[in-house]
């Protein structure tokens, strides 16, 4: 390397700088030149990806890729594989939950026994004893392994008659089968007893008794009346007057001057001459239809009968009460006498 003196002192300027060819710098030049060649020549180092579908939320944080192809599957979630016995186990557990039944079918309803073809009880879909034994349902048992029904039994043989043969009970027993219908919700059953006597003259007498105001009220208030007169009397029995009349007051001869009028009807202000409560416990009436008094007499005193009440009643005559000029009311009175025990 040569040497400056008095020239770089005098001139202010700084020569160039130039090596000697001697100098080790060159040789460390070329080592680093051939050791990034030898780099380029060593083979790239590859990931392999694992995917697992056990999780994935679970991806490796430090995972590289030589190919962008490999960075994409990396990106994309992992997709687990369908298990194809799953439905197969699914089913197989569903099928071990239903109950299978025996085709002769044991049964204790209500402390009654009875045996019966397991296609007698699903004779009809839409029923509850279809439902019990279609295998979807817990059956309770007894001691003896009978299939438990907390009913009454004494009907239930009627029940099964009918599933096996379309047999409709005795005129008798016909009310008391049409309940355990009912609970059961056989259908057929029901439609074929309602087309039956007596419920086919029960639905007819209801069709009349719904045409009458007040009926059931009314049949309330000779209860609590006679109930509260035999307490209070300490008696057996009490007695009260009902009036039963089906029309409103007739047009009598009497009114036909009053109103110089043949005419049958009265205006609303005429009407009003003739209204009145009869001195009477309950009044029953009018109503407009074929059934007379007498129709409602009995309706009155067979329902009370059906309530454990024993009732007797007679004509004891009319209310005799003035209304207008020479009309009186003349509407019928009678006497029923309750007895309680």
Partial sequence: MQQYGSDEASNGERPPVSFNISS???VATSRVRRF??????????RVMVVFSAASETDKPADAMSSSDSAEDDFRKPATPAPNLNLGKSLRSTLNA?????????PLNVGGTNFTTRLSTLRRYDDTMLAAMFSG????????????????????????LNFLREGELPQRDRVRAVHREAQYYAIGPLL??????????GERVRQSFLDLMPYYKDNLERIVEIAKLRAMQRKARFAKLKICVYKEEMPITPYERPLFNSLRFERTESEAKLFEHHCEVDVSFGPWE????????????????AERGITADQQCIGVCDKHLINHYYCKRPIYEFKITWW
Wanted: overall charge negative; hydrophobic content about 40%; some cysteine.
């Fill in 24 to 26: 080790p710098l060159p």
């Fill in 136 to 159: 979807r349902h817990q059956i309770p048992r007894d001691a003896e392994g009978r299939f438990f029904i907390d009913r009454d039994g004494a009907y239930f043989g009627d029940i």
């Fill in 36 to 45: 990034a060649q030898e780099r380029r020549a060593l083979p790239q180092p």
């Fill in 191 to 200: 439609d074929s007893l309602e087309d039956a006597q007596p419920l086919t």
């Fill in 289 to 304: 239809a074929v059934a007379d008094v007498y129709d409602l007499l009995h309706c009155i005193v067979s329902d009370l």
């Fill in 97 to 105: 939950s239903e109950e299978e039944f025996p085709e002769v079918i």
